[in-house]
Nanobody
Framework: QVQLVESGGGLVQAGGSLRLSCVASGRTFSSVAMGWFRQAPGKAREFVAAISWRGSNTYYVDSVKGRFTISRDNAKNTVYLQMNSLKPEDMAVYYC????????????????WGQGTQVAVSS
């Protein structure tokens, strides 16, 4: 079992930045791949970014490439999502998720989910 708790969401103006954090407890954090997903009102949950258990491989949805950075600190059991140049279309509830084995961009592959943190972007 892995328990995940996100933080760092909030309201920011377009062009601004936020850093989301997700602290994990339970199963050894360094053995799981981590991902960030988001869900806007009325839309399906979508993949944003993923990172391998060692942190050597990262993946992004095209719409955030060059603006968002996923990273992890296994000593702190924490994964981060640095979000720069935020746009109104980035507004959503952001979830972190964990899975065994290799990274994935598929929502269904992740067994463990946090409760989500709201990101609002004003234009």
């Amino acid at each position: 079992q892995v328990q995940l708790v996100e933080s760092g969401g909030g309201l920011v103006q377009a062009g601004g930045s936020l850093r989301l954090s997700c602290v994990a407890s339970g199963r050894t954090f360094s053995s799981v791949a981590m991902g960030w997903f988001r869900q806007a009102p009325g839309k399906a949950r979508e993949f944003v970014a993923a990172i391998s258990w060692r942190g050597s491989n990262t993946y992004y949805v095209d719409s955030v490439k060059g603006r968002f950075t996923i990273s992890r600190d296994n000593a702190k059991n924490t994964v981060y999502l640095q979000m720069n140049s935020l746009k109104p279309e980035d507004m959503a509830v952001y979830y972190c998720a964990a899975k065994s084995g290799s990274s994935s961009t598929a929502t269904a592959d992740y067994a463990y989910w946090g409760q989500g943190t709201q990101v609002a972007v004003s234009s």
